[in-house]
C-alpha cells in the first residue's frame, strides 16, 4: 500500500529483525483498513531505541515519545479519544528498564491499548549493553566479564501484572506476527504482544530462534495452560520457545470507567460557586 | 474590644478534630453578614493528634494576609490554648470546652453536657462550641441556622438543636453589623485554579498526590457533576505528565498538579511537550525544600528551578497569582496562552495561595472562557511542524482528519519525521525561537505586572506575599510591585513600574533571594532583602517592622 510510505531513510542494519516487524505492521494496517477501520483511527506511539524508528517509516499517526515513557503516553491518547487504535513500539530496554512501572500498571488497570515489544534482548542502538531480558552471563561494553542479573519472564511478568492478553511472535515470521498483531489490536484491553527480534550487529539470535520457536495452538482461556507454556522458555537457558497467543480475557477497560459522565460537556461553574458562599 | 470592621479568631484543635470545618463555618457567619474573609491554615503532616489550626481574618476592607494578634480564641483542646493564649489582644476572649479543658479564665461552654442532653453525638460537641462563639459575636440565630444547614450533611436537625442550645447558654459581648454588601463565594487558591482552568475547557486532569496541590484534584472530582472533568490518578508524576501530553495531542485541554519534588520528575516531558509543541498545563503547588522538605507548610524555593525546568532550549510560560481571584483569572489565561502557543506553561503557586480561603470576587472574572488555539484549516497536505512565519503552526488532532498527525521528541522535520542535518536543526529550532519571540509579545500586551500605590520606594514581591505586602504598602505608603507572569519576563513592564523608584526592598520566602537574581539578570538591584524560610506566611507586622 503507497500510502504507508514515507520518505525517511530506513537505517537499520541489514539483517536487523525489526524489517520483519515493519513488514508484519504495514500488512497489519492494511488488514484494519480493509475491515473497516480508517487509518486516522490508527495511532503508533513509539519509545527510543532502534525499534522505535518505526514510526518514521509508516505513514500513519504517531507520537514519537521518550525513553521508557510510551505507554503513559499511550493511554492519555486512548483516554482522550477512545475510538482510536493505539499501538505502542517499544523494545525491552525502554519498558522493562526505563518504564517498568508504566508497564505493570497500564496491565492492572487495563488501559485498552496494545504494546509491541521488540525484543533483541539488549540495548542495541547505544552499542549492546545488558536489559532487564538479557540473558545472565551476556557480554556487553557494561559487562565485559558477563552481565550478573537474571532477566525476567516477560509473559510471566504481563500475567502478574494482569495482562489481560498476552501473546509471543517473532519477526522472521511475519504472517503469523501479522495475524498475532490483528487479534491484539482487536483485543478490548490492554494487549501485550512481545516479538523476538534477533540484533545482528550485537546479539544474533536469528538459528537460535530458528531452531527453538514453535508455534501453539491454545484457546488462550486458561491461566494455568499459559503459565505451563510461559515457563517453558527461562530467557537463559535451553529449552523450547513457544510462539502465539498464552492468554486472552475480557474485563473492564479503564477508559470507559475514566469517561463516564463526563462526555455530555455540560460545564456550571456558576452552580459550583453557589456551593462556596 | 476594637471597633468591628477588623477581626481575626484561631480555631484550633487536634487533627482530625474538624478545626478546619470550624473555622469555615464561623468564616461564613461573616460572609453572610458581607465581610471581607481570609483564612490562613496551619497543619502538620500527620492524621490524628499534633496540632491544626485556621486563622480566621474578617474586615469590611479587602484582605489577602494574616494578622499576628488574634480578638478571639476558639480552642478544640488544651495545646490550642497553650500554644495561642499569648496571641491573643489585651481583651481577647478564649472560648472553650470546659467538660473537657480544666481552664479558669475565658469562657467555658457546657459543650459535652449540651451534647448528651440532646442524645448527640461526641463530635456535635464542636456545633456546640459553634454555637456559643455565634451568641457571643452577636450573629443573629437564623444566620447560625442557614450556615449550618449548608455546611453538615449528617443529623442536620439533631445539630442545630445542639447549637440552639450552645446559643442560649451564652452573653453577646461583640455586636457584628451587616456591611450591606452582599456575600461572595469563599475558595481556595486551589479551588480557584480548578474552576478557572475549566473556564477555558480543561476536560482532563491527572495528578498524584502531594500536598499542597492535591486538593486540585479532590475538587475535581469530587464536582464532576459540574465541571465534567475527567480526573486520574496514577502510578507517578512521571506517568501523569506523560499521559497529559498524549491526552493533549489527541485534542484534550488537560492539566496536571504537583509540589517540588513530583514537579522535579515531571521535568523530563516538559521538555517533550516543548518540543513536540504540545500545549500542557502544570501547576507547581511550592512547599519548602530541598527534597522532602516540610510537606504542609509554605515556601517559594523553586522559582529558578521552575524558570529553568525541562533540559535544552525552551522556552515555556511561568506564571505566578497570588489569591483566589488571580488565581482563577490566570489559570483561565495560561491554559488558553498554552494552546495558543503550543507549549508547556506552568502555574507556579505555593501553599498559602494553594490552601488558604480567600473572599472570591465573581466580578472580576466575568466573560473569562476558552479561546481556541490555530487549528489547521485542511487545506493541503497536514505538516504538523509546518514552517510558518510566526514559529506557531497550525495544530490537528489524530482521528479528526483523514490526514496523519505525527508529533515527534527527536528534532524532526515539518511532517514531524526525524532529522540529524545540520540545516534542519537549525531551521526548527530557528521556527521555535519565533513562536517564543511571539510569546514575549503576547506579554507585553497583558497585565503581567500589577503595582498598587506609589512613592520612591517600592516592595517587590511575587506570589501569595502579595496580599501582605499589599497591606504593608498601603499602611507605610510604601509601592508594591507584584510581577505575575516570570517568563516570559515582562522586563519593559517591570522598567515601567520601577519609573520614580529609588529603593528597592525585596520580600520573599526561601532563603537565597532567588527572585533577586531573574531582578539582576534585567539590570534591577535589590536594596533590601526580607526573606522568610520557616515555611510559616509573613504577617503584616512582622514585614513592617523589617521595613521601618
Not at chain 2, 72 to 96: C, M, R, W, Y
Request: with cysteine.
Amino acid at each position: 500500500m503507497k500510502e504507508l510510505e514515507t520518505n525517511c531513510v530506513n537505517t537499520w542494519c541489514p539483517g536487523c529483525g525489526n524489517f520483519g516487524i515493519l513488514m508484519a505492521l504495514k500488512k497489519t494496517v492494511e488488514e484494519l483498513i480493509n475491515n473497516g477501520t480508517p487509518r486516522e483511527k490508527i495511532v503508533l506511539v513509539s519509545d527510543i531505541g532502534c525499534n522505535s524508528k518505526i514510526v518514521d517509516y509508516i505513514n500513519v499517526n504517531s507520537f514519537y515519545s521518550l525513553h521508557g515513557r510510551p505507554i503513559a503516553t499511550a493511554e492519555g491518547i486512548k483516554m482522550a479519544n477512545p475510538e482510536l487504535k493505539v499501538i505502542v513500539f517499544t523494545g525491552d530496554g525502554g519498558t522493562f528498564n526505563e518504564g517498568a512501572s508504566h508497564f505493570i500498571h497500564a496491565a492492572r488497570r487495563n488501559a485498552d491499548i496494545s504494546v509491541f515489544l521488540h525484543n533483541n534482548r539488549l540495548f542495541a542502538l547505544t552499542t549492546g549493553q545488558f536489559t532487564a531480558v538479557s540473558p545472565k552471563g551476556l557480554k556487553g561494553k557494561s559487562t565485559p566479564e558477563g552481565n550478573v542479573e537474571e532477566p525476567f519472564n516477560l509473559p510471566e511478568l504481563a500475567m502478574t501484572a494482569k495482562a489481560s492478553f498476552i501473546a509471543r511472535g517473532y519477526s522472521a515470521k511475519a504472517d503469523h506476527l501479522k495475524s498475532l498483531m490483528v487479534e491484539a489490536i482487536n483485543h478490548k484491553g490492554f494487549s501485550f504482544l512481545e516479538i523476538l527480534q534477533p540484533c545482528p550487529s550485537f546479539f544474533n539470535t536469528i538459528n537460535d530462534y530458528n531452531e527453538r520457536t514453535y508455534e501453539i495452538t491454545n484457546n488462550a482461556d486458561s491461566k494455568d495452560k499459559a503459565l505451563e507454556l510461559i515457563s517453558e522458555w527461562n530467557y537463559n537457558g535451553e529449552g523450547k520457545i513457544p510462539l502465539g497467543v498464552f492468554y486472552k480475557k475480557d474485563r473492564y477497560n479503564y477508559e470507559e470507567a475514566i469517561n463516564k459522565d463526563t462526555d455530555d460537556n455540560k460545564v456550571d461553574i456558576n452552580k459550583c460557586l453557589e456551593i462556596h458562599l | 474590644m476594637k471597633n468591628t470592621k477588623e477581626f481575626s479568631i484561631i480555631v484550633g484543635g487536634a487533627a482530625g478534630q474538624g478545626s478546619r470545618k470550624a473555622g469555615l463555618i464561623i468564616a461564613k457567619f461573616f460572609n453572610e453578614l458581607g465581610y471581607n474573609i481570609f483564612i490562613n491554615e496551619d497543619y502538620q503532616s500527620l492524621i490524628k493528634g499534633g496540632h491544626n489550626f485556621s486563622k480566621v481574618r474578617i474586615s469590611t476592607e479587602e484582605i489577602f494576609c494574616e494578622r499576628e494578634k488574634a480578638d478571639f480564641l476558639l480552642a478544640l483542646d488544651k495545646n490550642t490554648i497553650d500554644q495561642h493564649e499569648s496571641k491573643l489582644v489585651p481583651d481577647g476572649k478564649i472560648v472553650f470546652n470546659k467538660d473537657k479543658i480544666g481552664f479558669d479564665k475565658g469562657i467555658g461552654v457546657a459543650a459535652d453536657v449540651i451534647v448528651k442532653e440532646a442524645n448527640g453525638l461526641p463530635i456535635m460537641s464542636n456545633t456546640a462550641l459553634i454555637g456559643a462563639l455565634a451568641k457571643i459575636i452577636g450573629v443573629d440565630f437564623s444566620i447560625l441556622e442557614k450556615v449550618l444547614k449548608k455546611e453538615i450533611h449528617k443529623e442536620v436537625e439533631k445539630n442545630i438543636e445542639v447549637a440552639k442550645k450552645a446559643y442560649d447558654s451564652v452573653e453577646t459581648l461583640v455586636k457584628f453589623e451587616s456591611t450591606g454588601n452582599g456575600h461572595k463565594p469563599l475558595l481556595t487558591g486551589n479551588e480557584a485554579i480548578a474552576l478557572g482552568a475549566v473556564s477555558a475547557g480543561l476536560e482532563k486532569y491527572i495528578a498524584y498526590p502531594m500536598t499542597p496541590a492535591t486538593s486540585i484534584l479532590h475538587y475535581l472530582a469530587d464536582h464532576k457533576e459540574e465541571l465534567n472533568v475527567a480526573t486520574m490518578q496514577t502510578e507517578d508524576e512521571i506517568s501523569v505528565i506523560n499521559m497529559a501530553i498524549g491526552s493533549a495531542f489527541a485534542g484534550k485541554r488537560t492539566m496536571v498538579g504537583s509540589s517540588g519534588g513530583g514537579f522535579a520528575l515531571m521535568t523530563e516531558a516538559i521538555s517533550l511537550a516543548g518540543m513536540t509543541e504540545t500545549p500542557i498545563v502544570i501547576v507547581n503547588s511550592q512547599r519548602p525544600g530541598p527534597a522532602t522538605g516540610v510537606p504542609t507548610y509554605s515556601g517559594q524555593g523553586d522559582l529558578l528551578f521552575t524558570l529553568a525546568s525541562g533540559h535544552g532550549d525552551l522556552v515555556r510560560f511561568v506564571v505566578c497569582p497570588s489569591d483566589a481571584t488571580e488565581a482563577f483569572i490566570w489559570s483561565n489565561k495560561i491554559m488558553n496562552l498554552a494552546w495558543k502557543y503550543q507549549t508547556p506553561a506552568i502555574l507556579l503557586v505555593d501553599k498559602e495561595l494553594s490552601e488558604n480561603t480567600f473572599s472570591f470576587d465573581k466580578d472580576k472574572v466575568q466573560g473569562l472562557k476558552k479561546e481556541e488555539g490555530l487549528i489547521w484549516d485542511g487545506k493541503g497536505e497536514y505538516m504538523r511542524y509546518k514552517n510558518t512565519e510566526n514559529g506557531i503552526s497550525p495544530m490537528a488532532f489524530p482521528g479528526k482528519t483523514t490526514e496523519v498527525v505525527k508529533a515527534s521528541s527527536y528534532e524532526h522535520d515539518e511532517k514531524g519525521i526525524t532529522v540529524e542535518d545540520a540545516s534542519s536543526i537549525k531551521l526548527m529550532q530557528d521556527k521555535r525561537l519565533r513562536k517564543f519571540e511571539e510569546m514575549k509579545k503576547e506579554i507585553d500586551n497583558l497585565e503581567a505586572i500589577k503595582t498598587y500605590g506609589k512613592g520612591s520606594k517600592a516592595i517587590i514581591c511575587w506570589g501569595s506575599n502579595k496580599g501582605v505586602c499589599r497591606e504593608v504598602g498601603e499602611k507605610l505608603g510604601i509601592k508594591v510591585i507584584q510581577p505575575i507572569v516570570l517568563q516570559p519576563f515582562p522586563a519593559k513592564q517591570m522598567q515601567d513600574a520601577l519609573e520614580g523608584v529609588k529603593e528597592v526592598i525585596l520580600v520573599e520566602s526561601n532563603a537565597t533571594a532567588q527572585m533577586e537574581n531573574v531582578l539582576n539578570s534585567y539590570g534591577i538591584k535589590v536594596d533590601k532583602k526580607i526573606l522568610k524560610y520557616d515555611g510559616r506566611p509573613f504577617t503584616l507586622e512582622e514585614i513592617e517592622s523589617k521595613i521601618k
